[in-house]
Each structure stands twice: as C-alpha cells, then as structure tokens.
C-alpha cells in the first residue's frame, strides 16, 4: 500500500513538473486520466503521458523566485503563469484548491530564493570576495564510478602545515559556490584555519543535482557515489597537507544523507559526520522507499554503526520536506546502541529562534553526539547567509557549531 502510494505521488509530481495539472489532479483523485482537459490552459504541454523513471523524478522542481519558499513545477514558468502567482508561491488560478495544496506541501524548501540563473553571480562574487592569498579552486577526481569536479577552499595563511579538512555536500539544485555562500564555511575556514572541500553533484547524474542517497548502489564503500567522495577527499589529503586525524564530513538534505552514507562507509576516513535536514544511512533503496521516508522516517535497512560515530544533526521541527523523525534516526545509528551521558539545553538564536540541544557524552564528558532540534525552521541551513540558497538566516549558526564540535570531538580523542 505504501509503496503504491508513494509511486503514484512520484508520478503526480512528475505530471506537475510537465504543467499537466488535470492529469495529475485526476491521478490524485483517483479518476481516469483525459489526455486534453479543458482544465490544462492552452500552451502547456498536451502530449500523451509518459512513463519516468522513478529515480528521474526526485524533486526535480523549479525554485522559487520569492521569499515564500515554494517550488513550482517547470512549466510554471513566467510563459504560463502570471507574475502574481509565481510571487506568492502558489499555482495559477486554474489550479483546483486541492492541487494548489499538493504544490504547496510539495514546495516548502528553505526561506530564500532558489539558484536558478544566480550560479555564475556566486561564483563570481566567491572569487571576488576572497581574502589576499586564499584560493578557491577547481579540480576534478575520477574513477571507475565515473568523475566530479569540485571546488576547495585553503585559506591565506597556510603555509603547507596539516590543516583540518572539512568536505560538504550541497543539496539539491546546489552549486559548490552557492554552499559557500549559504554556509558561509570559507568564512570560518579563514578564520579558524581549515581547507573546505565541495563536491559537485552534475545534472547529468540527477536531474535536480541531488545526491543519489537513496540507491542502493550509492550506499556502499567503494561503490558508486560513495567512492567518488572518498576519491575527493583523499586525493586533497594526498595534494594538500591534511591532518588525517581530523577529516570530516557534512551535507544538507540530499547531501546530508549521502554524509550519513560517508560516515556509516568509511569510518577510517572521516572523523566525525554532520547531518542537516537530512537521513539516516540505509534510510531507503529506491524511490518508493525514500519518499517514504522523507515523509515518516526510514526503516533503516543497513545496520547501525559498530562503534560510535560521532555524529552532529540538525532539523527544523516544521521541516515538510523531510521529517523531522529523520534527524531522530541518523542519531541512533551513529549511537550504535552504546549508553551515553544525556544533556539537554533550551535556547534561543540571537534572532528568535528557539531550539532544544541534546547532547550526548562519554564516561569521559567527551561529546560523542549532539542534536540541535530547530523550533519553527523549516528545511534549510541553519544560520546561513541570505545571500545563499535555502537557508534561515535567523536560526544558530550551524557552521560555527558544527565546526565546534567536529574539533572538540577529535581534541578528546587525541
């Protein structure tokens, strides 16, 4: 039942994508499908339905063009659709009420505008915005799995001393400079001193460039996805001088899980793992399954971790994009059933937002876990900059915390 379900909601969002509302109205409704509804306005695409993939359709949405943060299928656009409603985030007055619902359960993403024809301005202003000395540079890694470029952060004073490494994986419809931006990590890089690595998810291996957490051939070390990451991140290890006590790894949504995925592969690579708005590893296999599990949680079909894996999350509590129950179960398989000291603190961002802080602790006091449960956020970047994409400028700054914690845990340890 609920894999029926959750295939028929993937194709209803295709059909959407495609601005053939009465279709996938009808879909929704249970009724049979007219291919030329009186419905669907002239100019928007008639053709016969086809079939997708499935793993074609993962949130391939067009960003918002307002603050709203609602996405709107493609053919949506300022040729079909009157300005008026593209600002307020909601489908064109033709929509029936029940679609306009759909859309907008469909859409929320984060509180700013979306990168669509923004990317060569953050990569532009990126570079212009770089302290004298620093660099950021373009290289490319490939293997048998394929190839990805990426982009990474040395700040201006390294002088060839082992650095902390810190590689992050942007979300769906992301660049690496708009996570730069968004996150503002080059900031804390210079600042704190570290080298910032950001993989590029191409469009060619998923159309809304999200990672292909949900794969199961993108879950496994040496395999797929997976092995292009570790690829990068050694091969910066090998060019750069790194601290390999200190390598870590973070993502937002589609990227948080596939930094799940990193921290469950390869626990001798990477220290620590921070998961934002994302899911835990094994959360799905395919489709079906991981749209099940954005909306209800996963059921986890990989095994914990052998031994604690230091894990940090965070997840606004209104997030309709992914569940909050998700941050829940990426902290219990880091757990991997050990028994924890528990600390829980209330407080509230500079800003106004509330957020409840649980952390979990050795026998020693050292950190192993730490969850920061956003009150009111929605789904993007805690903290980050209004200049980036999907973010929520006036929650905490998770960069700074996740970077906080990413070093106390390895200092603990040392």
């Not at 669907?40 to 359709?57: F, H, I, W």
């Not at 994986?169 to 704190?192: I, K, R």
């Not at 006036?394 to 845990?409: I, K, V």
Request: net charge neutral; aromatic share 6%.
């Amino acid at each position: 039942m609920t894999l029926n379900l959750n295939a028929t909601m993937a194709e209803v969002t295709w059909l959407t994508r495609a601005g053939r509302l009465a279709e996938a109205m009808a879909l929704l409704q249970g009724l049979p499908q007219k291919p030329k509804s009186p419905e669907v306005p002239e100019g928007l695409d008639r053709r016969p339905m086809r079939t997708a993939p499935l793993d074609r359709l993962f949130i391939d949405m067009v960003p918002p063009r307002s603050g709203s943060g609602h996405w709107m299928a493609p053919g949506l656009d300022a040729h079909h659709g009157s300005d008026a409603a593209l600002t307020e985030g909601l489908a064109p007055p033709h929509v029936p009420e029940a679609m306009r619902g759909f859309l907008a359960r469909l859409g929320k993403f984060g509180s700013s505008p979306g990168p669509r024809g923004m990317a060569r301005h953050r990569a532009r202003d990126v570079q212009e915005s770089l302290p004298v000395g620093a660099r950021f540079e373009e290289h490319t890694f490939t293997n048998a799995a394929g190839s990805r470029t990426y982009k990474l952060y040395i700040p201006s004073h390294y002088r060839g001393e082992p650095l902390p490494l810190v590689v992050m994986l942007h979300g769906c419809t992301q660049s690496p400079d708009d996570f730069a931006v968004g996150t503002q990590m080059n900031e804390l890089a210079e600042e704190q001193g570290l080298l910032v690595a950001y993989p590029r998810q191409p469009s060619s291996a998923n159309p809304s460039k999200c990672w292909n957490w949900f794969n199961a051939g993108d879950q496994l070390r040496d395999r797929g996805e997976p092995s292009l990451i570790a690829g990068i991140t050694r091969q910066i290890m090998r060019d750069v001088a790194v601290d390999p006590t200190r390598v870590y790894v973070a993502g937002l949504s589609a990227g948080g899980a596939a930094a799940a995925i990193m921290g469950s592969a390869y626990p001798d690579l990477y220290a620590a793992i921070c998961v934002h708005s994302g899911l835990a590893c094994g959360a799905a296999k395919d489709m079906p399954s991981a749209l099940a599990a954005m909306r209800q949680g996963g059921s986890l079909l990989m095994k914990g971790a052998k031994r604690p894996l230091p894990t940090i999350v965070f997840h606004g509590d209104c997030d309709n994009t992914v569940s909050p129950v998700n941050g829940d179960q990426v902290i219990a398989q880091s757990k991997a059933a050990a028994e924890f000291q528990l600390t829980i603190s209330h407080g509230q961002s500079a800003r106004g937002v509330n957020y409840t802080r649980t952390v979990q602790s050795d026998g020693s006091g050292c950190p192993i876990l730490e969850q920061w449960v956003l009150h009111g956020a929605g789904h993007a970047w805690s903290g980050g900059s209004p200049a980036g994409s999907y973010t929520e400028p006036r929650g905490p700054d998770a960069s700074r915390e996740m970077l906080r914690f990413f070093l106390e845990t390895s200092k603990a340890s040392a």
